[in-house]
């Protein structure tokens, strides 16, 4: 019994001495690490466990002075690798540099010590740094607040977020920038892609070393449904032979392109074709012709080299224009998805609300022509098309002689996500439009051009196969994660952009279901 109050006593003893000393954490927060010493004009070494040190050497300190080291309650500025530390007496100086060492994790590769500027304890210089192991150096001539951030040079070249600006790092606020200078790098040089940079603007420019090569070309004309689809080679100067298909046979064509500046394709002898290239320059979407004799809409692609599994496998949506001879015209919207394994799945949505389903197999047959093979026959040994070069856009033309049909396809090979800032830019639109109600004036086809702002403002021109033109005032586009594309209050409307993100293909209905249209957006900058 005597042994048990003894044991109570000296336990209630102990609490109370808790208590009284703060402890059982209600005292509050607990101070930040801190270390002083003495030293004098013979040089010393000061160290805070877990943190920096300073080596100072003899005749640093022109008397015996009490050094300091202390953790910070001020958060280091963003990207810092560790603590803000104080040293003091602040605005000591020394007349020999001290190295100050601050402890950094395995592996660190890069970094500068960041100094408070003598007089300032906001802004900061990244002082030369040495890494070693798990140390970091560099020599300091006062007192001041520091830490160890992202390695940063002072002045130091770089490529602001406008490539076309020269630029030099700033590292005063103690988190390095890349600031612009005020002046632009030399016109001509690369900003991205096929940009060049000129007058300080990334824009993409044209010439006619952009058009040589092989094309690969897919055509229809409304009304009639009459097509052609083949190579078309184009020399250095421009000159180009063209060897089509056509429901008449095959066909030799002959002539001359020339681009714009701002890539806008034209040729001679015709008077009526008009192109726009796309920014990668791998895609031309030109229409053609007048009000009275039919226009035409066309899509020639720059084929891929070469194409592999991997090149095609993934989600494609497709967007087709069905002209049917005596027939109400329609539109169809499938999704194709690709397996690696040679497997693949589709699905389809018609303008008369039909809905289609199948699955099948696919192979790159030569030539880099995807075909698939759907069950059911629906799509035996179906050529989807050729693949552009940058290995996203496909193009044909199906006649089916049969059915009296004839099908263009555009199809787009989708990206993981889409974000608004994939809209903006500048875009052309060419589009063919068929069907029974259509005014003459406005014709079979029609081109735009478009501006898309950061907050999906859409304003633009249009002109049509008569000569007139008009402009669209105002609207507002959007784009889903999953990309597709739709303007607010035009129902009619829907679109799909490609994993370039360059392309993007819409079908569309008008009066009542009856007419219908495919239009290509091409990014022009």
Excluded at 11 to 26: D, E, H, T
Excluded at 61 to 90: H, K, N, R, V
Excluded at 95 to 113: D, N
Excluded at 345 to 351: M, P, Q
Aim: aromatic share 6%; charged share 15%; proline share 5%.
């Amino acid at each position: 019994m005597r042994r048990s109050r003894y044991c109570r006593a000296v336990i209630a003893i102990a609490i109370v001495s808790s208590l009284a000393c703060g402890g059982g954490g209600g005292g509050g927060p607990s101070p930040s690490p801190s270390e002083s010493t003495v030293v004098g004009p013979g040089g010393g070494t000061v160290s805070l466990p877990s943190g920096p040190s300073l080596t100072i050497p003899p005749g640093a300190l022109s008397a015996d002075t009490t050094i300091t080291i202390a953790e910070s309650s001020a958060a280091a500025p963003a990207g810092a690798l560790g603590a803000l530390y104080q040293f003091g007496p602040e605005g000591t100086r020394f007349e020999q540099p001290v190295t100050v060492t601050f402890p950094v994790l395995a592996g660190t590769s890069a970094g500068s010590i960041y100094w408070t500027k003598d007089g300032s304890s906001t802004e900061y210089e990244a002082l030369p740094t040495t890494i070693a192991g798990t140390s970091a150096s560099a020599e300091v001539n006062h007192f001041s607040a520091g830490f160890v951030g992202a390695s940063c040079t002072e002045g130091a070249t770089c490529t602001p977020a406008s490539a076309c600006h020269v630029g030099a790092m700033a590292c005063g606020t103690g988190t390095p920038v890349c600031a612009e200078t005020g002046a632009n790098v030399a016109d001509g040089s690369s900003c991205g892609g096929a940009r060049t940079c000129q007058a300080g603007a990334c824009i993409v420019t044209y010439g006619t070393a952009d058009l040589v090569g092989t094309w690969k070309a897919e055509g229809l004309m409304s009304p009639g449904g009459w097509w052609w689809r083949g190579p078309v080679t184009v020399a250095e100067d421009g000159n180009f032979t063209a060897n089509w298909e056509t429901p008449d046979g095959s066909q030799v064509g002959e002539g001359m392109f020339l681009i714009s500046p701002g890539g806008v394709v034209t040729t001679e002898p015709s008077s009526t074709y008009r192109a726009v290239m796309d920014v990668d320059k791998t895609i031309m979407v030109a229409t053609a012709g007048d009000q009275f004799a039919g226009t035409s809409l066309s899509v020639s692609i720059k084929p891929a080299q070469e194409l592999s599994v991997s090149d095609v496998a993934g989600a494609w949506e497709s967007n087709a224009l069905n002209l049917v001879s005596g027939a109400e015209a329609q539109w169809q919207r499938s999704r194709f998805t690709l397996q690696l394994d040679g497997s693949c799945s589709w699905s389809a949505t018609e303008s008369d609300g039909g809905v289609k389903n199948a699955t099948g197999t696919w192979e790159i047959a030569p030539g880099s022509i995807v075909t698939v093979f759907l069950d059911g026959g629906m799509a035996e040994g179906y050529a989807l098309g050729g693949v552009d070069a940058g290995k996203t856009i496909l193009a044909s033309i199906g006649p089916d002689t049969n059915d009296q049909e004839t099908w263009f396809v555009v199809m787009v090979k989708m990206a993981d996500a889409y974000s608004p800032s994939d809209l903006v830019g500048v875009w052309e639109g060419n589009s063919l439009f068929t069907g029974p109600n259509l005014d003459e004036i406005i014709g079979h086809s029609w081109r735009k051009r478009l501006t898309i702002a950061a907050d999906g403002t859409l304003t633009g021109t249009t002109s049509y196969p008569n000569g007139e033109s008009g402009s669209i005032d105002s609207g507002t586009i959007s784009i889903s994660s999953d990309g597709v594309v739709t303007v607010a209050g035009l129902t009619w409307f829907r679109g799909v952009m490609d994993a370039g993100k360059t392309i993007i293909v819409t079908t569309e209905t008008h009066s009542g279901g009856e007419d219908v249209g495919l239009t290509v957006l091409t990014r022009v900058e």
